[in-house]
């Protein structure tokens, strides 16, 4: 949400995360995709630790070959949009009072001092007004002040520190910044079909590093959380209990995963129950806290992506769990309209791993 230019300009998406780079550049004329460039990279352990860039050289370093190491195409500018990290930014639904277009900037910063945790001169702060025409309590989530006409904003805060670095070493990189956004954001942004309104679903990213949790509902972000629980927790348990190689551990998640020998089910349990229960928790938790007039809409689906999505049988596994409809999210989905005859240019399995960056992707190019 973090414009850092002010024009609209072509840019191509960088998702950085503790362990790897994931690059997309999308381009498009009368509704055609025109060009597709892609690519992912393994980087070292400890350039990134939970999203905060630790070595900004060797990041500058990493990125620029990973922009000259794509799987496929080219990428055609400097500018770059880049995810920020999950577990270091904070979004949230902010409930004001009615007000004039030239008061709401103010009274969003009075609010959100309440809420985020950092001091707001320490994060850089963004918002987007989602809904000024409600009926509902009045303050953040939570508190109720009467039933009067509202506006809803959905605000995002990141902490200066952590974008600063991010600048730095893109600049390094000799890109130019363009656009920083959250995650969460960007996912939603792929994988919740525009312009319709939707019933509340959970979209939940199970990322090598963490697994995030962001619930969409209506036409907007509601919720977000992020837990430890990751794609690489399941690798070290197999590794460990089966004695293999982190290949061979990735190479039955994906051919076998839960549908195969028992012994990968029985290896890696721990993890899952660990994963089911943390869901139910935070559904919980969202569907107590929902404003008035939104409590009897719960989450009735879910959607998968990232890379540890492509376990096989774990959307079955969770559907079964937790009692809900669990599938695997279409990043295409809005780049591509229900008509199209256009083939994907990457499988669906594939694109799993690419749903943030096409997210960023579709953020600064109008398809």
């Given amino acids: 949400m973090f414009n850092l230019l002010s024009s609209k300009i072509q ?9 790897s780079l994931k690059i997309v550049q999308l381009g498009s004329s009368s509704k055609r995709l025109t060009h597709f460039a892609y690519g992912q990279t393994e980087i070292p352990e400890g350039l990134v630790e939970q999203g905060e860039v630790k070595k900004e050289a060797e990041l500058a370093t990493a990125i620029k070959k990973a922009i000259s190491r794509l799987q496929k195409g080219k990428i055609l500018t400097k500018y770059v949009a880049v995810s920020l990290p999950e577990e270091k930014s904070f979004v949230d639904i902010l ?6 277009k030239e008061e709401i900037s103010q009274a969003v910063l009075f609010e959100a001092a309440n809420y985020i945790p950092t001091p707001l001169d320490e994060v850089y702060l963004d918002f987007e007004i989602i809904n000024s025409n409600v009926r509902g ?29 991010y600048i730095r070493t893109l600049k390094q990189a000799g890109l130019k910044p363009f656009l920083m956004e959250v995650e969460s954001l960007s996912s939603v942004r792929a994988l919740v079909k525009k312009g319709v309104m939707h ?47 982190a290949q061979k551990a990735e190479a039955i998640k994906q051919t076998e995963g ?14 899952l129950t660990d994963l089911t229960e943390q869901i139910k928790k935070h559904l919980d938790y969202y569907h107590s806290h929902c404003p008035a007039g939104q409590a009897s809409q719960k989450v009735e689906k879910i959607l998968l992506c990232g890379g540890g ?59």
Avoid at 95 to 100: D, F, G, I
Avoid at 140 to 161: W, Y
Avoid at 258 to 271: N, Q, Y
Avoid at 324 to 333: A, D, H, K, Q, Y
Wanted: charged content about 15%; overall charge neutral; glycine content about 8%.
């Fill in 11 to 19: 840019a191509f998406a960088l998702d950085i995360s503790d362990f």
């Fill in 95 to 100: 409930r004001l009072p009615a007000l004039k």
């Fill in 137 to 165: 309590v009045v303050g953040g989530s939570g508190r109720q002040a009467g039933s009067n006409s509202v506006c809803e904003v959905l605000i995002a805060a990141t902490p200066k520190k952590i974008v600063d670095a």
């Fill in 199 to 245: 019933r509340p679903l959970l979209i939940i990213d199970f990322g090598q590093s963490h697994t995030s949790f962001a619930i969409f509902a209506g036409t907007s972000l509601r919720f977000t959380s992020t837990i430890p629980v990751s794609s690489k927790d399941l690798s070290a348990l197999l590794m460990n209990q089966l004695k293999i190689d």
């Fill in 258 to 271: 839960l549908w195969g020998d028992r012994k990968v089910l029985d290896a890696i349990i721990p993890a």
């Fill in 309 to 367: 999505a492509n376990l096989k049988g774990l959307a079955g596994f969770l559907g079964d769990s937790l009692g809900l409809r669990v599938e695997l999210g279409n990043p295409w989905v809005n780049i591509f309209p229900p008509s199209s005859k256009e083939v994907l240019p990457i499988t669906l399995e594939q694109s799993m791993a690419y749903a943030t960056a096409l997210g960023l992707a579709l953020g600064t190019y109008s398809l």
